[in-house]
Nanobody
């Protein structure tokens, strides 16, 4: 069993920054790719960013490219999402997820992820 716990969300003004954290336990974290997703009210969950087991390879949704950075610390079983220049349209519940299968072409697909956290709310005011 895997437990993922997100933290770091909050209410900020447009242009501000936040760093989300996702702490993992219950599995060899360093062997798995990780992803961040978000879900705004009334909308489907969407991909934000992913990172492979090594931290070398990353992948971003076009909407966040250049503003968000995903990273990981395998020694502390934690993955991060640094969010800069936040916009009101970034408002959502943010989820981290763990992928049991390897890094591949479907790394942005919700169905590729096996374990999910409970989410953390990010609200950006204009």
């Amino acid at each position: 069993q895997v437990q993922l716990v997100e933290s770091g969300g909050g209410l900020v003004q447009a242009g501000a920054s936040l760093r989300l954290s996702c702490a993992a336990s219950g599995r060899t974290f360093s062997n798995n790719s990780m992803g961040w997703f978000r879900q705004a009210p009334g909308k489907e969950r969407q991909f934000v960013a992913a990172i492979d087991w090594s931290g070398i390879n990353t992948y971003y949704a076009d909407s966040v490219k250049g503003r968000f950075t995903v990273s990981r610390d395998n020694d502390h079983n934690t993955v991060y999402l640094q969010m800069n220049n936040l916009k009101p349209e970034d408002t959502a519940v943010y989820y981290c997820a763990l992928m049991v299968s390897g890094w591949g072409p479907f790394r942005a697909a919700i169905s590729e992820y096996d374990y999910w956290g409970q989410g953390t709310q990010v609200t950006v005011s204009s």
